[in-house]
């Protein structure tokens, strides 16, 4: 008699622990959204960043990439621009850092 319980018990226990195992997991986390983030910095780390981000970028335009180079020189010449933008997770370790909200 008992070995025909066993079975019968065993399912019983399985359901059960498998409910309360899905009242306990952690809720899904939120997709984090990017923060970008406007940095001031010497011309010689814009060039960097422009040479980096054309030179390793698809060429779709059609123009060289040198050329893409010399218009976005021109660009942010004329702009007087004197800050590279860089896209920050929103995690919790920028939110500590005080450079997300």
């Known amino acids: 008699m008992p070995s025909k319980k066993l079975p019968v018990l065993l399912a019983a226990l399985l359901c059960q622990a498998g409910s309360s195992l899905a009242q306990t997991a952690p809720p899904p986390a939120l997709p984090a ?11 010689a780390v ?5 040479c980096a981000r054309v030179l390793l970028s698809r060429d779709d335009t059609g123009k060289g990439k040198i050329q ?15 800050g590279v933008t860089v ?7 920028t939110r500590t850092l005080g450079l997300a909200e």
Not at 68 to 82: C, F, K, P
Not at 87 to 93: A, E, H, K, Q
Request: hydrophobic share 40%.
């Open 87 to 93: 896209t920050l997770p929103n995690n919790i370790i």
């Open 46 to 50: 814009i060039l960097l960043s422009d």
């Open 68 to 82: 893409t180079l010399i218009d976005r020189r021109r660009a942010r010449a004329a702009r007087r621009e004197e």
């Open 33 to 43: 959204r990017p923060v970008a983030v406007s940095v001031p910095v010497p011309r």
